[in-house]
């Protein structure tokens, strides 16, 4: 990734500390004689990347090259997210024993899977919520019992892309989505019978489940990418977390190598260009090897964003404008004024969307 700018400086330190590819040594060889230390961490608090920033500090021995100060405040962060993953996990293992008390086996999901292990709380993922699938249309009725039972509430239309409305508790940390579809409306990325290779697992004294490693692998990059074209310029703001769990993915489960079998089921659904994308973005930020063709379009509108937001965040009203967004206000003009306070609260303080 070119550095031009301090922004762009502090974002490529950050996407080579918290990368499964580094390692110490040339970490060391390739660290700047001056520390973008503000514009690292603006960057990390951008992308959720705090407390994985912490742990890589700690993993690579880098805890000499930050000052006393700053080390103190990582610490704190990362000591706060460990603690916020611990009630994660616990509300997980609450949920997974009445499901399975009800006859329900949950299919745990894209951030939840890091929780699953032991040590998983204190791996600095950073969690907004808890995802989870239930295969079976009666079966995720029954599940929506039970989370009413323990006390969960959910307001609003059941139709959506992907999932119900969110579920939340009072007394618990994470909103909890149950998912009707993996990934709607881009279902046809992954294998045709998902359930059928859905890995059992004895976790805790109950029975969960979580997709095979090609499906969670896809189901990441669902998060990163898309091949809707009006989807095109929001790829840029996608939180590096979300493409740091397909890089992960890949590292952990396939050797770091991107197999075959991804390839075949990105081209099978029409995913190469977007996939060709996001692979070149991953190899220059992270240092995954990209088995396809270069295209720098989604890594230099990255840069871009990271460079000059408001720029960026202009041109998606634009595109809206001409788009989806103008058809909407010929439809009901009365919605045009919360449509540009929406615009004006991103110039003030542009932020970065959850997922696509």
Not at 100 to 107: D, E, H, T
Not at 124 to 136: A, C, E, T
Not at 253 to 270: E, L, N, S, T
Not at 290 to 310: G, K, S, Y
Request: glycine letters at 8%.
């Amino acid at each position: 990734m070119p550095s031009r700018s301090p922004a762009l400086e502090g974002l490529r330190l950050l996407c080579a500390l918290v990368s499964p590819f580094s390692t110490r040594d040339p970490l060391l060889a390739d660290w700047p004689a001056v520390t973008p230390w503000g514009a690292l961490l603006a960057q990390a608090d951008t992308h959720r990347l705090i407390p994985a920033l912490s742990v890589a500090l700690a993993r690579h021995g880098l805890g000499d090259r930050v000052d006393a100060e700053l080390a103190d405040v990582l610490a704190a962060v990362a000591a706060w997210n460990t603690e916020r993953n611990e009630g994660f996990r616990r509300q997980m293992r609450t949920l997974g024993e009445a499901l399975n008390a009800a006859g329900v086996q949950p299919v745990w999901l894209k951030g939840a899977l890091s929780l699953l292990p032991p040590d998983g709380p204190a791996a600095g993922r950073q969690m907004m919520d808890l995802d989870m699938w239930v295969p079976g249309e009666s079966q995720r009725r029954v599940a929506m019992g039970v989370l009413r039972s323990l006390g969960y509430a959910s307001d609003g239309p059941e139709e959506s892309r992907r999932h119900y409305p969110p579920f939340f508790h009072p007394d618990e940390m994470a909103r909890v989505e149950l998912h009707h579809s993996v990934i709607a409306p881009h279902d046809a990325l992954l294998p045709g019978d998902i359930a059928a290779g859905v890995e059992w697992l004895d976790w805790e004294g109950q029975r969960i489940g979580r997709l095979d490693p090609l499906s969670r692998a896809l189901c990441s990059l669902a998060q990163c990418t898309s091949p809707l074209l009006y989807t095109r310029l929001a790829t840029a703001e996608v939180p590096l977390v979300k493409v740091l769990d397909l890089v992960g993915r890949i590292h952990d489960d396939f050797g770091g190598v991107v197999p075959p079998a991804f390839i075949a089921r990105v081209r099978a659904a029409g995913w190469e260009r977007p996939t060709q994308r996001l692979l070149t973005l991953t190899e220059a930020c992270f240092g995954l090897p990209n088995p396809l063709p270069a295209d720098p379009a989604q890594l230099r509108m990255l840069e871009r964003f990271t460079r000059l937001p408001r720029w960026h965040l202009t041109l998606r009203a634009t595109q809206a404008l001409m788009g989806g967004g103008g058809r909407r206000i010929l439809r009901a003009p009365w919605q045009a004024p919360g449509m540009v306070a929406r615009y004006v609260r991103g110039l003030i303080a542009p932020r970065a969307p959850k997922e696509l």
